[in-house]
Antibody
Framework: QVQLVESGGGVVQPGRSLRLSCAAS????????FHWVRQAPGKGLEWVAV????????YYVDSVKGRFTVSRDNSKNTVFLQMNSLNVEDTARYYC????????????????WGRGTLVIVSS | EIVMTQSPATLPVSPGERATLSCRAS??????LAWYQQKPGQAPRLLIY???TRATGIPARFSGSGSGTDFTLTISSLQSEDFAIYYC??????????FGGGTNVEIK
């Protein structure tokens, strides 16, 4: 079954850390890049980070640079998001999304999403 | 950073009617635009990419148009399952990838 399953969310105090996981199944994991997209309660979607299929290319939204790190383990078909120095503005549901492309690789899109994991930063 | 602006924020529509959603980019994104649908408690779902190409399994009542800075998502005859929030997203110039704020299509 083709799917992404996130885990690792929870309630954490400001300044603490959390590591999210995204387990993939049903497709060739190493062929794809993966993104993290978050959604604060009642708000819209915000792109957070990406790790491309090569495992060496990462990008982050400015608000998490230096605090969040994305990584992948191709042997475990899993993507991780290490989140340090969390603050209340990081409270959101975090989705893992696969970066797919059309046949000509000119158009890229989130073609598979997990159900997300909820992170609440609160004292 | 390219800012994506969607209008209206809320769109009341009766079942069977046409819905027209707008998305504007702060600078040209060519045709590098996608649309996603999100229902309450669910993850987003890809509807359209390349501004006008329907994703696999998406019904023909969904159509996208536009290029440059102005884009439109049209739902030709709204079904009950189409009431949801719709987001546009550009992938022409990134990072960061950016989404619009969403349009909530609700029952009139």
């Amino acid at each position: 079954q083709v799917q992404l399953v996130e885990s690792g969310g929870g309630v954490v105090q400001p300044g603490r850390s959390l590591r999210l996981s995204c387990a993939a199944s049903g497709f060739t994991f190493s062929n794809y890049g993966f993104h993290w997209v978050r959604q604060a309660p009642g708000k819209g979607l915000e792109w957070v980070a990406v790790i491309l299929h090569d495992g060496n290319t990462e990008y982050y939204v400015d608000s998490v640079k230096g605090r969040f790190t994305v990584s992948r383990d191709n042997s475990k078909n899993t993507v991780f998001l290490q989140m340090n120095s969390l603050n209340v503005e990081d409270t959101a549901r975090y989705y893992c999304a696969r970066w797919g492309a059309d046949d000509y690789r000119r158009n890229w899109y989130f073609d598979l999403w997990g159900r997300g994991t909820l992170v609440i930063v609160s004292s | 950073e390219i800012v994506m602006t969607q209008s209206p924020a809320t769109l009341p529509v009766s079942p069977g009617e046409r819905a027209t959603l707008s998305c504007r980019a702060s600078q040209s994104v060519s045709s590098k635009l996608a649309w996603y649908q999100q229902k309450p408690g669910q993850a987003p779902r890809l509807l359209i990419y390349a501004a006008s190409t329907r994703a696999t399994g998406i019904p023909a009542r969904f159509s996208g148009s536009g290029s440059g800075t102005d884009f439109t998502l049209t739902i030709s005859s709204l079904q009950s399952e189409d009431f949801a929030i719709y987001y546009c997203q550009q992938y022409d110039n990134w990072p960061p990838l950016t989404f619009g704020g969403g349009t909530n299509v609700e029952i009139k």
